[in-house]
Nanobody, 124 residues
Framework: QVQLVESGGGLVQAGGSLRLSCAAS????????MGWFRQTPGKERQFVAT????????YYADSVKGRFTISRDSAKNTVTLNMNSLKPEDTAVYYC?????????????????WGQGTQVTGSS
């Protein structure tokens, strides 16, 4: 079973940057599609970005395209989300997830394993 641990959340002023990291415990991480989602109270978990196992297929939600960048380091079993030009509406708990079955996965149901989440707060 894959265990995922996020880090790097925090409070940042609008226009600022943050880097989120997700460390995976399982050596088979390199064969999983990885994704980032976010959630605010009372709302469904929202897709942010995904990267396939080879790193050659990357997708972003329209709301973060051009501002966020997802990448992975299979040698270190980590996936990173660089967030620039943060806006107050980016405020949410961000979750890292792993999909063992889908090459491109932009729906939460396509993911098998989830981290505990890390809070990102963009202040105006």
């Amino acid at each position: 079973q894959v265990q995922l641990v996020e880090s790097g959340g925090g409070l940042v002023q609008a226009g600022g940057s943050l880097r989120l990291s997700c460390a995976a415990s399982e050596r088979t991480f390199s064969r999983n599609t990885m994704g980032w989602f976010r959630q605010t109270p009372g709302k469904e978990r929202q897709f942010v970005a995904t990267i396939n196992w080879a790193g050659g297929s990357i997708y972003y939600a329209d709301s973060v395209k051009g501002r966020f960048t997802i990448s992975r380091d299979s040698a270190k079993n980590t996936v990173t989300l660089n967030m620039n030009s943060l806006k107050p509406e980016d405020t949410a708990v961000y979750y890292c997830a792993a999909s063992t079955k889908y090459y491109n996965a932009r729906v939460s149901d396509q993911y098998d394993f989830w981290g505990q989440g890390t809070q990102v707060t963009g202040s105006s």
